[in-house]
């Protein structure tokens, strides 16, 4: 017979498990979809429905359905979406413009899949789901990987980015580990699997059951803090926030070369401590004097427990990055940015001292032809724009060649200070003052009222679930800083009486538009 004290032991035992279970499962997930459910923007729940785009190529309006698709009336970011200079310049696909071919992309699934789970039977581990290429094959991952082209990361619109922006949010978490990266800073990693080793924020990787995989960067600081004007550049903190904004600035610029990002509260408990592998990362986690759950990582610099990152008590959010195509079946380059910065205290860079500068740069390859020099110059206006000072490399797709574009990385330092606007960031449009008309022509639109760029940000970033994603402040440096650009072409334009200033990539085709620009209107 049970006595009325086992009884007692039991019910308080049974009732703390249940109240700990929707403290932290239940509940966060109620919140994630509440905060869902009140966009009215949102995509029907039966997504199997949803039609696909007749423009998935990369022209075209943007989807009927999703988060992107708003009331015309009401929606500056449709009508943005729907302008003829963003729903032309679509180029057809030409043998060998994709960066993977399907058969490729399925024959190293099954590979990895493979291999996963004969890791699996080998360490006796029995628990959870067996790796299936199948549900590979109907991810959204592998959607965005066979979109990928020599154009862009992404086309203009399709239905699958916006579901894979929901994967990111929402989708179950089958494995947590240390990025590529970080394991090859200890000698523990293929390195051919790493571009670039890095050292300085604690990011993780975030493994799926359909072989999907993002990166994970923690909550550092809030929206409201501003860097101090006392601080260098190369040791201000990252922004969760800034990634996931950067990618909506890229994506309204349509240069579309971040990768996709979307915001998230990670349970640090559940879906990272109980799903690693990796005992070095298990050891990193400790209860903090407030009983919050905190971990920090192994790198190279800032990685000790006083610079860990703390759940509130188990809940933290950042931002969640997808992965590209493994480097196996789609290599990168990395190169040296020639306008990076000194990351010393004393030094500088030549750039930061010889005005003409850039002439150097024009006859060296493969800046002195093709579009690289171009499409360095359109990733400096990108970052003045956010205020990201850290651009010391950058990655292009080896496929693609030299005039292949630069792949848009690491934007966790931009959104640092609204109040600044560091014009320095801008030395390879005003040294060679050079700029692609189609980026210019964006650009004049962005600076227009009915397409203004703070109140298309504004409402672009109310899709994400970390909503709001920069404070008001940061908005309203966007329109400060697009002027300040537009600025400089005019300046450069009065310098240099030819048509050398303007590069025409778009041709005569939009030349009925009516742009008002004092820059164009020339």
Known sequence: MWSARSRFLIVLLLSTAFTVDLLFNILPKLHQRSIRSQCPCEESPNRSAVPRSSSANGSGAPAESGRWSLDPTLSKLRKLFSHPFYRGQSLPRRPGDQLLEKEDAVKYCHYKAKRANKKRARTGELTGTRYSSKVYLASNWLKFHLAIDRYALYPRSDPFLDRLL????????????????????????????????????????????????????????????????????????????????????????????????????????????????????????????????????????????????????????????????????AQRELIKNPWSRSYTFANKEEWEINPNYCEKVKHTPPYNKGSRLLNVIDMAIFDFLTGNMDRHHFEVFTKFGKDGYIIHFDNARGFGKHSHDELSILAPLTQCCRIKKSTLLRLDILSQPDYRLSDIMRESLLHDALSPVLTEPHLLALDRRLQAILKAVQKCLQQHKDADVIKDDVGDEFDFIDFNSSVLAR
């Open 166 to 329: 929901e994967d990111l949010a929402v989708l179950d978490v089958s494995e947590a580990d240390y990025t590529y990266d970080e394991k090859a800073l200890n000698g523990r990693c293929n390195c051919k699997e790493v571009v670039k080793p890095s050292g300085v924020h604690l990011k993780l990787l975030l493994k799926f059951q359909n072989f999907g995989k993002a990166m994970f960067k923690p909550m550092k600081q809030t929206r409201e803090e501003e860097t101090p004007e006392d601080v260098f550049y190369f040791v201000d903190s990252q922004r969760h926030n800034a990634e996931i904004a950067a990618f909506h600035l890229d994506r309204i610029l349509d240069f579309r070369r971040v990768p996709p990002v979307a915001g998230r509260k990670l349970n640090l408990s559940k879906e990272i401590q109980d799903l690693t592998r990796n005992e070095d990362l298990k050891a990193t986690f400790f209860i903090s004097p407030e009983n919050n759950v905190c971990l920090f990582a192994r790198c190279l610099y800032s990685c000790k427990t006083e610079y860990a990152v703390c759940g509130r008590p188990h809940l933290l959010e950042g931002s969640v990055s997808a992965f590209l195509p493994d480097l196996y079946i």
